[in-house]
């Protein structure tokens, strides 16, 4: 036998006997969802990015070694939510739309951070969202129903998750509970609550933390809207690094991490904000990189979302896509909303009936139009319907847009549309689309996904490759 023939005879059968029964390839597992991203949304984030400057050229994990996609289908739909494809994810079942955690027939169904933990793994759970909303508490909760927001919340305090880390808690509002109402519950059971910006200490911690913003709302602001003081997904994930790398080094960890508001910016159909938040949520995950850094032989990241929110295009007609007009947008549309009522209807004040020139010439000062982005004559044509609508002869009334987790002015909502189809940016809808996402895989044990189709077939790979179950 040829020397060369030999060796890789010897490389083979080490690879087969690592795979078969040798050590487990992974010891650290970083889950990392992008909440909403469809590949268009990744795409489009590195055309801004490279077309403005406010982001890195390249989204990280887009240029990660195993790259395919999976179908997102639940069992009740050809379009999921995030309920049932959170499910899908974290225990490789599919659901029902707004089952957490259970299985059709409402069983309740073992995830990935489950397997972990009865392993001896430690477990971390991060959001940007609220730490009870759906994606995360696919990880840890089951009830049937995903609006069961406390019920939700008294399973993640029950539930050996020993690093949790989100906006806050969401509470219903028939109890009149306010998320401090589960902070309390959660100190009562012996975890230590930690509020942002700065989780100093919390690496020094041996019991469970918690870690959330200490501001009102249970989510994190938007990366475009975000203000000093503010917590920033990346101070969650920087966090949850530096106690999971003290408390279970010797044991491995799985960390699953939600950028859960890349979804709310395709609900409300507003890209400029949709793009900064993914870039954001990549600036987490070069946190996750530098730890892999550390650890390169032992640490898998799968980055993956539960299904494509908005039905976003690149291309809104012409061939062609614009995405430096998107630059002078200078907040979301909830905040470009708070601003415009603010300014035109003053609560507790009379205020004259503003010109379609004054209105204009906030939206040229907030996104650009009429300044850096041209107006089609049919776009200024609608936007004064709508000006006309608002400001009509029978009194100033602000017309809301709902989507589905906020009212915005409409006048505010369809100039960020009239910017965003300016720019070769256009929304489908206001909703889920049943799109394949993208599946983006580095580290120990890589290889084991190029042949993952599905969102269900994700967990049991990890679990195959740390051995958890
Ligand atoms: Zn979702």
Redesign the pocket.
């Known amino acids: 036998m040829k020397k060369g023939v030999k060796c890789l005879w010897v490389i083979a059968l080490a690879a087969v006997l690592s795979s078969c029964c040798g050590e487990p390839q992974a010891k650290y597992v970083f889950y990392l969802i992008g909440?909403?991203m469809g590949v268009n949304q990744v795409m489009g984030t590195e055309q801004y990015n490279q077309a403005t400057g406010k982001g890195p050229a390249e989204v990280n994990f887009a240029h990660f070694p195993v790259r395919g996609f999976v179908t997102t289908v639940s069992a009740s739909s050809l379009v999921t939510?995030?309920a049932a494809?959170?499910t899908a994810l974290s225990s490789g079942v599919k659901t029902y739309n707004s089952a957490i955690g259970v299985n059709s027939d409402t069983v309740a169904v073992s995830s990935v951070a489950d397997w972990a933990h009865m392993a001896g793994a430690g477990v971390a759970i991060i959001t940007s969202v609220g730490v009870n909303h759906?994606?995360p508490a696919c990880f840890y909760a089951h009830t049937e129903k995903r609006k069961n927001y406390e019920t939700i919340a008294s399973q993640l305090i029950a539930t050996p998750v020993d690093f949790a880390a989100g906006g806050g808690f969401i509470t219903e509002s028939k109890t009149g509970h306010s998320g401090s109402y589960f902070e309390d519950l959660a100190r009562e059971a012996g975890i230590k609550v930690f509020h942002g910006p700065s989780f100093d200490g919390v690496s020094a911690e041996k019991g469970r933390v918690i870690c959330l913003s200490g501001k009102d709302e249970s989510d994190l602001p938007y990366a475009i809207d975000r203000k000093e003081g503010d917590t920033s997904l990346s101070d969650l994930v920087s966090a949850g690094i530096d106690y999971m790398e003290e408390n279970f080094s010797q044991k491995g960890f799985f960390m699953m991490v939600e950028g859960g508001k890349i979804?709310y910016a395709g609900h409300s159909q507003d890209a400029a904000t949709c793009f900064q938040e993914l870039s954001d949520f990549a600036n987490a995950i070069d946190l996750v990189l530098a730890f892999y850094e550390r650890h390169p032989k032992q640490t898998l990241l799968v980055v993956s979302a539960?299904?494509e929110?908005g039905g976003l295009m690149l291309g809104a007609g012409k061939y062609e896509i614009n995405p430096e007009r998107l630059a002078a947008q200078k907040g979301s549309k909830d905040a470009l909303t708070t601003l415009f009522r603010s300014t035109f209807f003053p609560e507790g004040q009379s205020y004259k009936t503003p010109s379609w020139e004054e209105v204009k010439a906030f939206f040229a000062r907030e996104l650009g139009l009429w300044e850096s982005v041209a107006v089609s004559k049919s776009a200024e044509a609608h936007l004064k319907d709508i000006y006309d609508q608002t400001f009509g002869k029978n009194g100033n009334k602000d017309l809301g847009e709902t989507n589905l987790y906020s009212v915005n002015s409409k006048l505010v909502s369809e100039a960020v549309i009239c910017l965003d189809n300016a720019a070769g940016f256009k929304w489908s809808y206001g909703s889920?689309s049943g799109s394949p996402v993208g599946l983006y895989v580095k580290g120990a044990g890589q290889e084991a996904f190029v042949t993952v189709k599905d969102n269900t077939e994700i967990a049991p790979t990890i679990a195959k490759l740390t051995g958890w179950k």
């Open positions: 909440d909403g939510d995030s494809g959170g759906a994606t979804d539960d299904h929110t889920h």
